[in-house]
């Protein structure tokens, strides 16, 4: 970004969606309306993303980039089967908890000198057994580290379809009143809501209660002219016939029968590669040599092996 780039200063709202538009443009994320308007909403009325699509149209992207414009600090928690709240949310300092009953059996007879009854002694030691529990031998994971920065964080609770529902749930608590409750400590409020954005590619339905606490935003693949402006912004020193022949190529290539399309992302790669093989146009040989950055299927390869000459040709021509 330009030091003369204009964006929000911490912990304030966005003024408007032409905002966001222009202010992600400077940091190479190109956004739709549709994907500014989510932020402007999300941002202003305190309302999770949940952001749908297939894998490398930019989801998570869309998170790193908006932290970096709003100049927030980015707290990512990647989900996975079997992930609880010990990883989400907080853990106790085991080790220093051991440490500390280490010095205290160690000084229990300074710890319980004047104690006359049992009574006593308990009411004493039942003071260190808080102790061991309060935030000092707290362990934050990013769920509670995002609720607990000064000025705001956000948030990308990454693949959320591979986490169990029992997460999901225990998520909501989080999503609605961002919050958390800890039954040693209480209940710990974000002093600024972060802007939080949940990705998903499908693995799983979301629950209802999940999807009723976050706005729903799709991120489709490009079409031909938007897929030109991000090869722009991320390669921007692709020659300009170079660039309007591959994302051709791409663009042809998903309407083959794939397992699996090309994505922004593999477009992106492919770019790169070209301009390191310093290619001047396509030709149907650096083609075949490189299509393996854009296809990860060997299915997928048989299937389009005898069409390359043919998307070539249109590609170039177009």
């Not at 912990?11 to 966001?20: C, F, L, P, T, Y």
């Not at 220093?96 to 229990?108: A, R, S």
């Not at 590669?273 to 854009?294: C, G, P, Q």
Request: aromatic fraction near 6%; glycine fraction near 6%.
């Amino acid at each position: 970004m330009n030091d003369t780039t204009p964006k929000p200063a911490v912990g304030e709202n966005i003024a408007s969606v032409e905002e966001i538009i222009d202010g992600l443009g400077d940091i190479g994320y190109i956004a739709s309306r549709r994907i500014a308007t989510a932020i402007f909403i999300a941002q202003n009325l305190c309302k999770p993303i949940l952001v749908e699509g297939s894998a490398g149209v930019g989801k998570t992207e869309l998170a790193v980039s908006a932290a970096r414009w709003l100049g927030l600090p980015l707290i990512r928690m990647q989900c996975y089967e079997g992930l609880d709240e010990s990883k989400a949310l907080y853990e106790w300092k085991y080790g220093k908890q051991l440490l500390y009953t280490q010095i205290l059996k160690d000084k229990m007879g300074e710890t319980l000198a004047g104690t006359k009854t049992l009574d006593d002694a308990m009411g004493r030691l039942h003071g260190f057994s808080d102790l061991f529990f309060s935030e000092q031998f707290l362990e934050p994971r990013p769920l509670l580290k995002a609720l607990r920065q000064e000025h705001g964080a956000v948030l990308l609770i990454d693949e959320i379809d591979k986490s169990d529902e029992e997460f999901e749930a225990f998520l909501l608590e989080v999503l609605s009143d961002f919050q958390v409750s800890i039954p040693e400590i209480g209940t710990i409020k974000a002093t600024k809501p972060p802007l939080v954005f949940l990705t998903s590619n499908n693995m799983r339905e979301m629950g209802d209660a999940l999807k009723r606490r976050c706005l729903h935003l799709f991120i489709p693949l490009p079409d031909a002219k938007l897929e030109q402006r991000i090869v722009a912004a991320r390669v921007p020193d692709i020659d300009e016939k170079l660039k309007r022949q591959l994302v051709a190529f791409v663009q042809l290539l998903r309407e083959e029968e794939l397992k699996k399309f090309p994505s922004i992302s593999e477009t992106i790669d492919w770019a790169r590669v070209l301009m390191l093989l310093h290619a001047e146009s396509l030709n149907v040989d650096m083609v075949r040599d490189t299509l393996n950055v854009l296809l990860k299927f060997e299915q997928d390869f048989a299937a389009v092996r005898r069409s390359i000459p043919e998307i070539t040709r249109k590609a170039t021509r177009e």
